[in-house]
């Protein structure tokens, strides 16, 4: 296992992108996530990677967590090899999962997340390399 990526909400990723670049570390990808109201870029840093997430509308995940808290790191991301597994063992040991079946996120990975009541506070995503 390794942390696959931090995801960091921002209200603007051209704008936050020029950081990331004073930085010598540039987009290596961007998409959208329909069904999440998102658009995702990855930064390769090293094997891990920085997440830029822009919210696609205000009533969306990232919208609403923006509204809250404002910008900043919404989640860490974990990989992980059998992520049903994963999840039916840390149901099985009575940790609040948000997503009890994988879906699926940028990428193209199988991603589930584990509620922050359960992990410290910090929202924690599991992700499946479906490549």
Known sequence: MKIDH????VESIEKVAQF????ELDICHTEEV???QVK???IMIGESRIELLESLSPEGPIGK??????PSIHH?????????AKLKELE???YSLIDKTPRMGAGGNKIAFVHPKSSGGVLIELCEKCK
């Open 20 to 23: 990331y670049k004073d930085l």
């Open 6 to 9: 931090i995801g960091i909400a």
């Open 34 to 36: 329909k069904d999440q």
């Open 65 to 70: 967590f923006i509204a809250k808290k404002g």
């Open 40 to 42: 995702a870029s990855m």
């Open 76 to 84: 860490i991301a974990i990989e992980v090899q059998n992520l049903e």
């Open 92 to 94: 099985e040991k009575g």
